[in-house]
Protein backbone atom coordinates (compact mmCIF):
# COMPACT_ATOMS: atom_id res chain seq x y z
CA UNK A 1 0.00 0.00 0.00
CA UNK A 2 2.68 2.64 1.13
CA UNK A 3 4.86 1.33 -2.12
CA UNK A 4 2.01 2.58 -4.41
CA UNK A 5 1.15 5.73 -2.12
CA UNK A 6 5.26 6.60 -3.26
CA UNK A 7 4.77 5.28 -6.64
CA UNK A 8 1.70 7.86 -7.21
CA UNK A 9 3.32 10.47 -5.79
CA UNK A 10 6.38 10.42 -7.50
CA UNK A 11 4.56 10.12 -10.80
CA UNK A 12 2.40 12.98 -9.99
CA UNK A 13 5.40 15.41 -8.85
CA UNK A 14 6.95 14.31 -12.28
CA UNK A 15 3.74 15.22 -14.29
CA UNK A 16 3.65 18.58 -12.36
CA UNK A 17 6.88 19.50 -13.13
CA UNK A 18 7.08 18.37 -17.52
CA UNK A 19 3.30 20.31 -17.20
CA UNK A 20 5.09 23.82 -16.06
CA UNK A 21 8.10 22.84 -18.94
CA UNK A 22 5.40 22.65 -21.69
CA UNK A 23 3.36 25.32 -20.69
CA UNK A 24 6.75 27.70 -20.52
CA UNK A 25 7.72 26.08 -24.02
CA UNK A 26 4.13 26.63 -25.82
CA UNK A 27 3.36 30.34 -24.40
CA UNK A 28 6.95 31.30 -25.74
CA UNK A 29 6.04 29.15 -28.97
CA UNK A 30 2.74 31.42 -29.03
CA UNK A 31 4.34 34.75 -28.55
CA UNK A 32 6.80 34.37 -31.17
CA UNK A 33 4.31 32.70 -33.56
CA UNK A 34 1.24 34.68 -32.77
CA UNK A 35 -0.78 31.49 -33.88
CA UNK A 36 -4.11 30.32 -32.51
CA UNK A 37 -3.74 26.45 -33.06
CA UNK A 38 -0.41 27.11 -30.39
CA UNK A 39 -2.57 29.37 -28.41
CA UNK A 40 -5.04 26.26 -28.21
CA UNK A 41 -1.98 24.06 -27.13
CA UNK A 42 -0.83 26.46 -24.52
CA UNK A 43 -4.25 27.13 -23.00
CA UNK A 44 -4.36 23.24 -22.29
CA UNK A 45 -0.97 23.35 -20.79
CA UNK A 46 -2.68 25.74 -18.26
CA UNK A 47 -5.28 23.31 -17.04
CA UNK A 48 -2.56 20.61 -17.29
CA UNK A 49 -0.54 22.36 -14.70
CA UNK A 50 -3.67 23.20 -12.94
CA UNK A 51 -4.91 20.18 -12.83
CA UNK A 52 -1.54 17.76 -12.04
CA UNK A 53 -1.54 20.55 -8.50
CA UNK A 54 -4.58 19.09 -7.50
CA UNK A 55 -4.17 15.57 -8.72
CA UNK A 56 -0.89 15.64 -6.75
CA UNK A 57 -2.68 16.93 -3.63
CA UNK A 58 -5.81 14.52 -3.92
CA UNK A 59 -3.11 11.76 -4.19
CA UNK A 60 -1.69 12.88 -0.73
CA UNK A 61 -4.89 13.18 0.78
CA UNK A 62 -6.41 10.03 -0.64
CA UNK A 63 -3.40 8.46 1.06
CA UNK A 64 -4.24 9.20 4.62
CA UNK A 65 -5.83 6.11 6.57
CA UNK A 66 -9.15 6.32 7.81
CA UNK A 67 -10.08 8.17 10.84
CA UNK A 68 -12.79 9.08 13.01
CA UNK A 69 -14.37 10.62 10.64
CA UNK A 70 -13.71 9.55 7.25
CA UNK A 71 -13.91 5.58 8.34
CA UNK A 72 -14.09 4.54 4.89
CA UNK A 73 -10.87 6.48 4.38
CA UNK A 74 -10.84 9.44 1.89
CA UNK A 75 -10.13 7.73 -1.60
CA UNK A 76 -13.50 9.64 -2.68
CA UNK A 77 -11.61 12.85 -3.27
CA UNK A 78 -10.19 11.12 -6.22
CA UNK A 79 -12.93 11.28 -7.92
CA UNK A 80 -13.21 15.03 -7.33
CA UNK A 81 -10.14 15.87 -8.77
CA UNK A 82 -10.84 13.66 -11.87
CA UNK A 83 -14.28 15.88 -12.62
CA UNK A 84 -12.26 19.80 -11.39
CA UNK A 85 -9.62 18.23 -14.45
CA UNK A 86 -12.08 17.74 -16.45
CA UNK A 87 -14.17 21.05 -15.61
CA UNK A 88 -10.74 23.15 -16.36
CA UNK A 89 -10.51 20.96 -19.69
CA UNK A 90 -13.88 21.95 -20.64
CA UNK A 91 -13.91 25.86 -19.85
CA UNK A 92 -10.41 26.12 -22.23
CA UNK A 93 -11.92 24.74 -24.98
CA UNK A 94 -14.63 27.08 -24.76
CA UNK A 95 -12.39 29.95 -24.27
CA UNK A 96 -10.21 28.58 -26.97
CA UNK A 97 -13.23 28.59 -29.40
CA UNK A 98 -14.24 32.31 -28.46
CA UNK A 99 -10.48 33.37 -29.36
CA UNK A 100 -10.03 31.59 -32.63
CA UNK A 101 -13.69 32.88 -33.80
CA UNK A 102 -12.51 36.92 -33.02
CA UNK A 103 -8.93 35.65 -34.91
CA UNK A 104 -11.39 34.49 -38.10
CA UNK A 105 -13.59 37.80 -37.76
CA UNK A 106 -10.18 40.52 -36.76
CA UNK A 107 -7.69 38.14 -39.47
CA UNK A 108 -4.12 37.78 -37.07
CA UNK A 109 -0.62 38.00 -38.25
CA UNK A 110 1.78 35.01 -38.39
CA UNK A 111 5.66 34.47 -38.00
CA UNK A 112 8.11 32.53 -37.33
CA UNK A 113 5.52 29.30 -37.65
CA UNK A 114 8.92 27.43 -38.13
CA UNK A 115 9.98 28.15 -34.61
CA UNK A 116 6.66 27.21 -33.87
CA UNK A 117 6.56 23.40 -35.23
CA UNK A 118 9.77 22.61 -34.02
CA UNK A 119 8.74 23.77 -30.32
CA UNK A 120 5.12 22.15 -30.44
CA UNK A 121 6.29 18.87 -32.06
CA UNK A 122 8.83 18.57 -28.89
CA UNK A 123 6.49 18.87 -26.78
CA UNK A 124 3.55 16.66 -28.36
CA UNK A 125 6.56 13.64 -28.24
CA UNK A 126 7.45 14.48 -24.66
CA UNK A 127 3.62 14.37 -23.60
CA UNK A 128 3.10 11.19 -24.92
CA UNK A 129 5.69 9.36 -23.42
CA UNK A 130 4.18 11.32 -19.90
CA UNK A 131 0.51 10.48 -20.50
CA UNK A 132 1.89 6.71 -21.45
CA UNK A 133 3.59 6.40 -18.54
CA UNK A 134 0.84 8.11 -16.06
CA UNK A 135 -2.26 5.92 -17.30
CA UNK A 136 0.26 3.37 -16.93
CA UNK A 137 0.86 3.89 -13.31
CA UNK A 138 -2.64 4.82 -12.51
CA UNK A 139 -3.73 1.25 -13.72
CA UNK A 140 -1.24 -0.03 -11.91
CA UNK A 141 -2.34 1.45 -8.65
CA UNK A 142 -6.03 1.64 -9.08
CA UNK A 143 -5.28 5.64 -9.18
CA UNK A 144 -8.37 7.62 -10.91
CA UNK A 145 -6.65 10.77 -10.70
CA UNK A 146 -3.74 9.43 -12.19
CA UNK A 147 -5.33 7.99 -15.02
CA UNK A 148 -7.48 11.31 -15.74
CA UNK A 149 -4.25 13.05 -15.77
CA UNK A 150 -2.65 10.69 -17.98
CA UNK A 151 -5.13 11.07 -20.16
CA UNK A 152 -5.55 14.31 -20.16
CA UNK A 153 -1.82 14.81 -20.85
CA UNK A 154 -2.08 12.24 -23.84
CA UNK A 155 -5.10 14.45 -25.47
CA UNK A 156 -2.58 17.52 -25.41
CA UNK A 157 -0.06 15.37 -26.88
CA UNK A 158 -2.65 14.46 -29.48
CA UNK A 159 -3.88 18.39 -29.52
CA UNK A 160 0.03 19.27 -30.08
CA UNK A 161 -0.10 16.92 -33.14
CA UNK A 162 -3.57 18.33 -34.87
CA UNK A 163 -1.81 22.06 -34.05
CA UNK A 164 1.65 20.97 -35.95
CA UNK A 165 -0.62 19.57 -38.72
CA UNK A 166 -2.34 23.06 -38.76
CA UNK A 167 0.91 25.51 -38.67
CA UNK A 168 2.22 22.98 -41.20
CA UNK A 169 -0.09 23.61 -43.98
CA UNK A 170 -0.27 27.45 -43.12
CA UNK A 171 3.18 27.05 -43.75
CA UNK A 172 3.20 25.53 -46.83
CA UNK A 173 -0.02 26.74 -48.51
CA UNK A 174 -0.30 30.48 -46.85
CA UNK A 175 -3.86 30.01 -45.83
CA UNK A 176 -3.72 31.86 -42.31
CA UNK A 177 -7.96 30.22 -41.94
CA UNK A 178 -6.70 27.65 -41.59
CA UNK A 179 -4.68 28.27 -38.19
CA UNK A 180 -7.88 29.21 -35.90
CA UNK A 181 -10.00 26.34 -37.95
CA UNK A 182 -7.27 24.05 -36.50
CA UNK A 183 -7.47 25.51 -33.22
CA UNK A 184 -11.29 24.90 -32.77
CA UNK A 185 -11.03 21.74 -34.25
CA UNK A 186 -8.58 20.97 -31.06
CA UNK A 187 -11.00 22.82 -28.83
CA UNK A 188 -13.58 20.58 -30.03
CA UNK A 189 -11.66 17.28 -29.25
CA UNK A 190 -10.32 18.82 -26.10
CA UNK A 191 -13.80 19.56 -25.04
CA UNK A 192 -14.57 15.64 -25.54
CA UNK A 193 -12.02 14.49 -23.15
CA UNK A 194 -13.14 16.96 -20.23
CA UNK A 195 -16.79 15.65 -20.69
CA UNK A 196 -15.59 11.91 -20.03
CA UNK A 197 -14.08 12.82 -17.25
CA UNK A 198 -16.31 14.92 -15.78
CA UNK A 199 -18.73 11.65 -16.51
CA UNK A 200 -16.30 9.45 -15.13
CA UNK A 201 -16.14 10.84 -11.73
CA UNK A 202 -19.92 11.34 -11.49
CA UNK A 203 -20.04 7.57 -11.78
CA UNK A 204 -17.73 7.02 -9.59
CA UNK A 205 -19.01 9.84 -6.65
CA UNK A 206 -22.58 8.10 -7.97
CA UNK A 207 -21.33 4.08 -7.31
CA UNK A 208 -22.14 3.75 -10.64
CA UNK A 209 -21.60 -0.61 -11.26
CA UNK A 210 -18.68 -1.40 -13.57
CA UNK A 211 -19.73 -4.50 -15.41
CA UNK A 212 -16.64 -5.43 -16.40
CA UNK A 213 -14.96 -5.18 -12.34
CA UNK A 214 -18.92 -6.76 -11.31
CA UNK A 215 -18.76 -9.65 -13.36
CA UNK A 216 -14.70 -10.45 -12.33
CA UNK A 217 -15.25 -10.42 -8.68
CA UNK A 218 -18.90 -12.49 -8.92
CA UNK A 219 -16.36 -15.15 -11.05
CA UNK A 220 -13.51 -14.76 -8.26
CA UNK A 221 -16.99 -16.43 -6.45
CA UNK A 222 -17.87 -19.21 -9.21
CA UNK A 223 -14.57 -20.29 -9.72
CA UNK A 224 -14.65 -21.76 -6.15
CA UNK A 225 -18.07 -22.74 -5.80
CA UNK A 226 -19.12 -25.04 -2.79
CA UNK A 227 -21.95 -27.48 -2.67
CA UNK A 228 -22.78 -26.25 1.07
CA UNK A 229 -23.18 -22.64 -0.44
CA UNK A 230 -27.05 -22.64 -0.44
CA UNK A 231 -27.56 -19.50 -1.88
CA UNK A 232 -25.20 -16.07 -2.47
CA UNK A 233 -27.40 -12.91 -2.91
CA UNK A 234 -27.52 -9.11 -2.68
CA UNK A 235 -23.43 -8.98 -4.01
CA UNK A 236 -22.77 -5.69 -4.06
CA UNK A 237 -19.37 -3.49 -4.18
CA UNK A 238 -18.17 -0.16 -4.47
CA UNK A 239 -14.49 2.03 -5.06
CA UNK A 240 -13.23 5.02 -2.98
CA UNK A 241 -9.91 5.65 -4.46
CA UNK A 242 -7.81 2.39 -4.76
CA UNK A 243 -9.36 0.72 -2.48
CA UNK A 244 -12.40 -2.04 -3.23
CA UNK A 245 -15.43 -2.50 -0.54
CA UNK A 246 -17.42 -6.01 -1.69
CA UNK A 247 -20.07 -7.38 0.96
CA UNK A 248 -22.76 -10.04 0.12
CA UNK A 249 -25.12 -12.37 1.91
CA UNK A 250 -23.98 -16.16 1.74
CA UNK A 251 -26.79 -19.09 3.20
CA UNK A 252 -24.84 -21.63 4.88
CA UNK A 253 -25.94 -25.11 6.86
CA UNK A 254 -27.51 -24.36 10.26
CA UNK A 255 -25.44 -26.36 12.25
CA UNK A 256 -21.96 -25.00 10.64
CA UNK A 257 -19.69 -24.21 14.41
CA UNK A 258 -18.74 -20.48 14.43
CA UNK A 259 -15.40 -21.46 13.92
CA UNK A 260 -16.44 -23.22 10.46
CA UNK A 261 -18.26 -19.81 9.13
CA UNK A 262 -15.06 -17.65 9.63
CA UNK A 263 -13.08 -20.64 8.50
CA UNK A 264 -15.19 -19.55 5.21
CA UNK A 265 -14.69 -16.08 5.61
CA UNK A 266 -10.90 -16.02 6.07
CA UNK A 267 -10.72 -18.36 2.86
CA UNK A 268 -13.09 -15.95 1.01
CA UNK A 269 -11.19 -12.96 1.97
CA UNK A 270 -7.88 -14.15 0.69
CA UNK A 271 -9.61 -15.63 -2.00
CA UNK A 272 -10.58 -11.90 -3.36
CA UNK A 273 -7.18 -10.29 -2.19
CA UNK A 274 -5.14 -12.68 -4.36
CA UNK A 275 -7.29 -11.44 -7.65
CA UNK A 276 -8.15 -7.63 -6.82
CA UNK A 277 -5.97 -5.26 -4.84
CA UNK A 278 -7.03 -3.19 -2.14
CA UNK A 279 -10.22 -5.48 -1.64
CA UNK A 280 -12.06 -5.41 1.80
CA UNK A 281 -14.65 -7.97 2.51
CA UNK A 282 -17.63 -8.28 4.18
CA UNK A 283 -20.00 -10.96 4.40
CA UNK A 284 -23.24 -11.30 6.09
CA UNK A 285 -23.94 -14.90 7.29
CA UNK A 286 -27.29 -16.61 6.96
CA UNK A 287 -28.17 -20.18 7.94
CA UNK A 288 -31.00 -22.38 6.01
CA UNK A 289 -34.38 -23.69 7.06
CA UNK A 290 -36.64 -26.56 6.42
CA UNK A 291 -37.49 -25.44 2.96
CA UNK A 292 -34.18 -24.07 1.50
CA UNK A 293 -33.29 -28.13 1.43
CA UNK A 294 -35.22 -28.28 -2.38
CA UNK A 295 -32.12 -25.40 -3.36
CA UNK A 296 -29.62 -27.20 -1.64
CA UNK A 297 -26.72 -29.09 -3.38
CA UNK A 298 -24.81 -30.22 -0.43
CA UNK A 299 -25.23 -34.12 -1.02
CA UNK A 300 -23.72 -34.86 2.12
CA UNK A 301 -25.91 -32.89 5.06
CA UNK A 302 -27.56 -35.67 7.10
CA UNK A 303 -30.50 -33.41 8.29
CA UNK A 304 -31.99 -32.81 5.26
CA UNK A 305 -36.23 -32.59 5.19
CA UNK A 306 -36.34 -32.68 1.17
CA UNK A 307 -34.36 -33.69 -1.74
CA UNK A 308 -32.87 -31.39 -4.24
CA UNK A 309 -35.28 -30.16 -6.69
CA UNK A 310 -34.88 -26.97 -7.81
CA UNK A 311 -32.17 -25.83 -10.18
CA UNK A 312 -30.86 -22.02 -10.52
CA UNK A 313 -28.03 -20.11 -12.55
CA UNK A 314 -25.60 -18.58 -10.41
CA UNK A 315 -25.48 -15.64 -12.69
CA UNK A 316 -25.12 -12.15 -12.32
CA UNK A 317 -28.75 -11.43 -11.66
CA UNK A 318 -29.26 -13.97 -9.17
CA UNK A 319 -26.38 -12.94 -6.59
CA UNK A 320 -27.15 -9.54 -7.38
CA UNK A 321 -30.82 -10.18 -6.50
CA UNK A 322 -33.00 -11.29 -4.26
CA UNK A 323 -32.66 -14.76 -1.70
CA UNK A 324 -33.13 -17.99 -3.31
CA UNK A 325 -36.26 -18.48 -1.61
CA UNK A 326 -37.82 -14.77 -2.60
CA UNK A 327 -37.19 -15.72 -6.45
CA UNK A 328 -38.16 -19.35 -6.38
CA UNK A 329 -41.15 -19.18 -3.79
CA UNK A 330 -43.76 -19.81 -5.73
CA UNK A 331 -42.19 -23.03 -6.75
Same mark, same amino acid.
Given at each position: ??????I??????L?????? /?M????????????? $???F? $????????????????????L???? !????????????????A /?????????????????????????Q???????G???????????L?? /?S???????????????????????????????????????F?????????????? !??????????L????? /?????????????K????L??????Y?? $??????????G????????L??????????????????????????????????? $? %?????????C???????????????????????????? %???????
Amino acid at each position: MDKNINIKKRAAILSLIIGC /GMFAAKFIAYFVTGS $DAIFS $DAAESVVHVLATAMALYSIILSSKP !ADSTHLYGHGNVEFFSA /GIEGMLIFIAALFIIYESTMSIIEGQELQKLDLGILIVGSAGVINLAL /GSYLVSTGKKTNSLTLIADGKHVLTDSYTSLGVLVGISLVLFTGYKILDPLFAIAV !AVNIMFTGYKLVRTSI /GGLMNETDEAMLNKLINVLLQRKKDYWI $DIHEFRYWRSGDSMFVDFHLILPYYFTIQQTHGEEKELTTLFENEIQNVQLKIHF $D %YCVPELCKYCRYSECNVRQHEFSVNFEWDRLKLTGKPV %YSVYQST
